[in-house]
């Protein structure tokens, strides 16, 4: 070994050794599916509509329930389960500050919410169900 090579080996070593001991002593994270994002879009759209829908009095679907449904066929673990609740109550809470009464920007939005919700349905479906 050249004494200029020596240097840099000296500096590298430790660096590799704490590298792996990190590697190997950080607990292993799950990896979320390829469609989680959507899910979790999906899961704060379904969110706002459980808020929208009773104000205006457009139908009588049970977002909460189906809301439910979804996350127990989709069978995440722990933190994906967290943060699917989470964008729902973040949806819902987002809509719920600004709309108290059924106002044509709100039934314009349930319109929108109802439209993108149905697009990533067949989207999750089409590109990821089995």
Known sequence: MTVAARPLFQFCRPLLAL????????PSLAVDPPYQRQMERLSEIMGS??????????????????MADLIELDEPDEDR????????NGGYTAFSRF???????????LTRLLFEAQKLSREIHTRFAE
């Open 99 to 109: 709309h108290r009464n059924c106002t044509p920007a709100s039934r314009e939005a």
């Open 81 to 88: 389960r967290q943060r699917l609740a989470g964008a729902f």
């Open 49 to 66: 509509l459980y808020f929208l829908q009773p104000l205006c009095k457009a139908g009588t679907e049970d977002w909460r329930a189906q």
């Open 19 to 26: 590298g792996l001991a990190l590697a190997f002593s950080a």
